[in-house]
């Protein structure tokens, strides 16, 4: 049994102690567009290594032990006015509190990473930003992350939790994936972009892809 095997199920241990007094991490359904918009770094890059850290002076009180990833970085996307170079991400070293807490099959692979930068100077990154195998996008959502998303910003995305479902301002689109699906990784996750159109009016857009042309999504509410 490795070490790194090893030194997980003892931190499992700490951790199975500390989460019956501690809710579970819930995140409300983010569009890639929103969390890259919300999002101060975003950058593909490899996670080739982890350790357990501490935060200094941290305001974080409850004293949750924190992971420290390696990255090698590929390409940035967001963030050139506020980090050089990413060359590490930290995350809470507990999935209960949003952590993102990699398993040894998932190391050494190529991510999408988003995150803020604190005061420190550092990349923090959690489970309910976009933060994602790159095998896992689609083809529209990698090519989306060079521009589109960004055209974006300026757009809000509001998901549709409950019917009826309407919105209240022009530069605003309609997320419907989950109320019609159940699975907010649908077609406008995984193929369309919120972008603003003349006059200030935010509509849905196709992204470009390599696959195959799928049934066209449904009518929206403006």
Request: a neutral charge; charged letters at 20%; hydrophobic letters at 35%.
């Amino acid at each position: 049994m490795s070490c790194y095997t090893l030194r997980f199920m003892a931190l499992g241990l700490l951790l199975l102690a500390m989460l019956e007094q501690t809710e579970a991490c819930s995140c409300g359904p983010s569009h890639p567009q929103q969390a890259y918009c919300q999002a101060d770094v975003v950058i593909k890059g490899k996670i080739v290594g982890s350790k357990m850290i501490t935060r200094d002076n941290s305001d974080d009180s409850h004293g949750f032990p924190w992971i420290e990833y390696e990255v090698q970085q590929q390409k940035m996307y967001k963030g050139f006015e506020k980090i050089q170079q990413v060359e590490y991400v930290y995350t809470p070293l507990a999935d209960f509190v949003c952590g993102m807490v990699l398993g040894p099959d998932e190391m050494n692979q190529d991510y999408i990473l988003s995150g803020t930068v604190e005061a420190d100077g550092k990349v923090y990154i959690n489970i309910c930003s976009f933060n994602r195998p790159w095998s896992q996008l689609t083809h529209a959502q990698q090519t989306s992350l060079d521009g589109r998303y960004k055209d974006g910003c300026r757009c809000k995305i509001v998901p549709c939790l409950s019917l009826p479902c309407s919105l209240d301002a022009d530069n605003q689109c309609l997320w419907t994936d989950g109320i019609f699906t159940g699975n907010w990784s649908g077609a406008q996750s995984q193929r369309f972009t919120c972008v603003m159109k003349p006059k200030g009016l935010c509509q849905w857009v196709s992204a470009p892809s390599s696959r195959a042309h799928s049934s066209p999504l449904r009518r929206e509410a403006h």
